[in-house]
């Protein structure tokens, strides 16, 4: 309603005016104008949308108003275009020479997918429209009325036949040169549908184009060398993902289409890996590459949707937790990160949860669920810990409550005395704050390994 679009339109403008300056008069630094878009951008996507369209027919109530009009509309273009917040785009029919999942020429909406409901979460829309999968066509936001969702189908669907046929025994220089015609198509589907374009081409080389009716135990992952067969098999190989990646991924992209291409393209190879033997060098280096260039996308995209999918879902784990091959592969990029922000966002998700109960696009599973602790995932928390990140109040207290909680299954556990050890040797001082040293105290008295002296000792220290 209107009253949205009012309300959305004051955030917009109050984070314009405060991008460069804070309360106090002292300049703020990138990062922070960076957060502040990522807020606007995840919070407000769909009432954005509406504004977006409403400003360009200049149909509303607004076009009464030309000079707030005019800076309302500066302050969306700034949004669609990039990081930088004090961007001003002049012209809207510019081309932009790069191959990148954001580049527009067409002030499209970022986050035409976002759920009201979760904020986070990219849906993946049905055949042949964004919204309803009543056989309609997708109308741009400029209200000119483009049919594009019929062309981008058939189009990636035959890209996904021309992969199926010519993965198998390709050269690097092959690989490459598919990768750069998919890095067009996937820039087509972000200029003429967003990131729900982007989700949407990677939801048909995936699932084909009934990926909707597909199981994710039928959308299968490739084997290592490539040679996936089947209507429904996954034809995006660890190599291409590799090269591709390389070509849509970069500092300058929004987080919404970066998060959306992570979703779509690069997930399913996580999900999907075999825990019967370990995660391929180059899926393990690609995905080390991509957490620093989008540290915080690759943790919110890819690392906490592939550890706590649900229990009923998981592949390759007896007890319903994440296979070895996943927990190794997360472990290395946790102990190579560098930035302590995203081990904290990370650290929280699979304690506490996604709050934004993203989907994976291979299998339509809500990942809100914390991961399940066992002795693969177990080492992934205490290396998270031992980065000694700030973390909230509420991650402490749920990580204690959830170790208190576990300790009569797990008593016997190195694994799990090793994170009770650095837990309480990190985190003493805000564990007392939180006045949960008693409780855990008791819990370690519990632990039957040799650690739990120590363990004890410390708590005692900090009573």
């Known amino acids: 309603d209107d009253e949205i679009i009012r309300k959305a339109l004051k955030v917009i403008e109050l984070t314009r005016e405060g991008s460069d300056w804070n309360g106090d008069g002292c300049k703020k630094d990138s990062c922070n104008r960076l957060d502040l878009q990522t807020s606007v951008e995840i919070c407000f996507g769909s009432e954005l949308q509406r504004l977006d369209s409403i400003i360009a027919s200049r149909s509303s109530f607004l076009s009464t108003e ?42 499209c909406d970022e986050a035409n997918s976002v759920s009201k409901e979760n904020p986070g979460e990219i849906q993946t829309p049905a055949r042949g429209h964004y919204g309803n999968g009543a056989g309609e066509t997708l109308r741009d936001v400029s209200g000119e009325g483009k049919e594009i969702i019929p062309a981008l189908d058939q189009a990636s669907f035959d890209f996904r036949e021309t992969l199926i046929n010519s993965m198998p025994g390709s050269t690097q220089a092959e690989i490459d040169s598919l990768a750069e015609r998919l890095a067009q198509l996937i820039q087509q589907g972000g200029t003429e549908g967003g990131a729900a374009g982007v989700a949407r081409i990677g ?132 102990k190579g990160a560098k930035e302590k922000e995203p081990i904290a966002e990370l650290l929280t998700g699979l304690v506490c949860g996604d709050p934004a109960g993203v989907k994976i696009i291979s299998g339509g599973s809500c990942s809100s669920d914390k991961m399940v602790w066992t002795d693969e995932s177990i080492p992934i928390m205490t290396s998270c810990i031992n980065k000694r990140a700030t973390l909230p109040d509420a991650t402490i207290s749920e990580l204690s409550r959830q170790v208190q909680l576990l300790v009569p299954n797990m008593r016997k556990s190195m694994k799990f005395s090793t994170l009770f050890h650095a837990l309480v040797t990190k985190y003493g001082n805000q564990l007392r704050k939180l006045s949960m040293v008693g409780d855990l105290t008791q819990s370690a008295e519990m632990l039957e390994t040799f650690m739990g002296k120590t363990i004890t000792s410390v708590l005692r220290k900090l009573k």
């Open 66 to 107: 030309p000079d707030v009009l005019n800076s309302q509309r500066d302050a969306i273009e700034s949004i669609w275009n990039g990081i930088d917040l004090d961007r001003h785009v002049g012209d809207e029919s510019s081309e932009c020479p790069s191959v990148s999942v954001t580049d527009s020429p067409v002030k």
């Open 203 to 334: 939801s048909i080389l995936v699932r084909g184009l009934d990926g909707d009716n597909v199981t994710e135990t039928q959308a299968t992952a490739p084997s290592e060398d490539g040679n996936s067969v089947g209507v429904s098999a996954n034809p995006l190989t660890v190599e291409l993902i590799t090269s591709l990646s390389k070509k849509c991924i970069n500092q300058g992209i929004s987080a919404i289409r970066a998060t959306a291409y992570l979703r779509s393209f690069v997930l399913p190879l996580l999900s999907n890996l075999n825990g019967s033997k370990p995660a391929s060098r180059t899926l393990i280096s690609t995905t080390s590459w991509l957490a620093r260039e989008r540290p915080s996308e690759t943790v919110k995209a890819l690392l906490i949707p592939s550890l706590c999918v649900p229990i009923d879902v998981r592949k390759g784990s007896s007890n319903g937790g994440p296979n070895k091959a996943l927990c190794d592969l997360v472990g290395r990029v946790v």
